[in-house]
């Protein structure tokens, strides 16, 4: 969810709102990364499992387990539909060099924020699975997975699992090619076959960010999260999930009014320009002194 300097605050601010509700207080990071999630959780008292398959994360992680002795462990394999072996894709920026994010079972084409040329054979399990050998408990609180275009197919194996809260990442077309089964509209259809009805969803087109329940309108090149509610944990829930809903309209309103003080300020001073210009084009003064006065008008306009 923490990655490329993006921030997804948001979802973390309702997600520590809604843990008090959760009935088994616990998680599970698939794509743990560097720890972002994992440390707010164990700081909010949950017990984890943390899933990271990129091998020079996985010290950053074990130290931040060992900060909660017995409360979380990690493992270095990767989640997916089924066992057995894949070839893991390293994200590398255009000189070669490892990026902290964008690594994944799935391989996307090359595009100007990275590339996928560098692979390695990782160990791949999936949920299920796991909770037949105990390595995870039957029943889960959060289930968080971001696994840069391959969250599907983590669902996929869930088996009989069913969290209290699911939260995924998606994209819409046009941000990264070769990552198909990240567009919303299928882990949703997929997820209401598992009986999970109701989801938030957060959404973002460059600075922009909503929030909306339910909904199946998206826009090309929008990006954020899914978080799916199991029905009894929605229930539990949803004062705290309409209140922080509200909230959230209330600061695009304000947002838009802040723009709308902009732009009225920034017609001001283009206004200000054009009779400025249509004074001194009336004078003998030569152009270049017409051009000083509007960049001293202009440099108000950019503070």
């Known amino acids: 969810m923490e990655h490329n300097s993006l921030s997804q605050d948001t979802e973390l601010r309702l997600i520590?709102?809604?843990?008090?509700?959760?009935?088994?207080?616990?998680?599970?990071?698939?794509?743990?990364?560097?720890?972002?999630?994992?440390?707010?959780?164990?700081?909010?008292?949950?017990n984890?499992?943390?899933?990271?398959?990129?091998?020079?994360?996985?010290?950053?992680?074990?130290?931040?387990?060992?900060?909660?002795?017995?409360?979380?462990?990690?493992?270095?394999?990767?989640?997916?539909?089924?066992?057995?072996?894949?070839?893991?894709?390293?994200?590398?920026?255009?000189?070669?060099?490892?990026?902290?994010?964008?690594h994944s079972l799935q391989k996307a084409e090359a595009s100007g924020v990275f590339s996928h040329s560098k692979a390695f054979d990782v160990e791949?399990?999936?949920?299920?699975?796991?909770?037949i050998e105990e390595k995870l408990?039957?029943?889960?609180?959060?289930?968080?997975?971001?696994?840069?275009?391959?969250?599907?197919n983590v669902l996929r194996g869930l088996g009989a699992l069913r969290p209290e809260l699911v939260i995924c990442e998606y994209f819409m077309e046009g941000m990264y090619s070769g990552w198909n089964e990240g567009f919303p509209q299928q882990i949703i259809e997929y997820m209401q076959t598992l009986g999970y009805q109701n989801f938030?969803?957060?959404?973002?087109?460059?600075?922009?960010?909503?929030?909306?329940?339910n909904t199946?309108?998206?826009?090309?090149?929008?990006?954020?999260?899914?978080l799916f509610f199991r029905e009894d944990f929605f229930l539990k829930a949803k004062t705290v999930i309409a209140a922080f809903?509200?909230?959230?309209?209330?600061k695009i309103v304000n947002k838009i009014q802040e723009l709308d003080k902009i732009c009225a300020k920034r017609l001001d001073v283009i206004n200000s320009l054009d009779a400025e210009v249509k004074r001194l084009s009336g004078t003998k003064e030569?152009?270049?002194?017409?051009?000083?006065?509007?960049?001293?008008?202009?440099?108000?306009w950019v503070r």
């Open 286 to 300: 030569k152009s270049a002194g017409v051009l000083t006065t509007i960049a001293k008008r202009l440099q108000s």
């Open 137 to 152: 408990p039957e029943a889960i609180g959060v289930l968080k997975t971001d696994t840069e275009g391959n969250d599907l």
């Open 124 to 131: 791949c399990r999936s949920l299920q699975s796991l909770v």
């Open 48 to 102: 984890g499992v943390l899933f990271e398959p990129m091998p020079r994360h996985l010290p950053i992680l074990q130290k931040l387990v060992d900060n909660y002795q017995n409360r979380a462990k990690v493992f270095s394999c990767a989640v997916t539909a089924m066992d057995g072996t894949q070839q893991f894709h390293v994200a590398t920026d255009s000189s070669g060099q490892e990026l902290d994010y964008y």
């Open 216 to 226: 199946r309108a998206y826009h090309e090149k929008q990006w954020g999260n899914l």
């Open 245 to 250: 809903l509200l909230e959230n309209e209330k």
């Open 16 to 46: 520590q709102m809604l843990v008090p509700h959760l009935t088994h207080q616990n998680f599970v990071d698939v794509g743990a990364e560097k720890g972002v999630f994992a440390s707010v959780m164990l700081k909010l008292g949950l």
């Open 200 to 213: 938030l969803i957060t959404k973002r087109v460059g600075d922009l960010e909503f929030l909306e329940l």
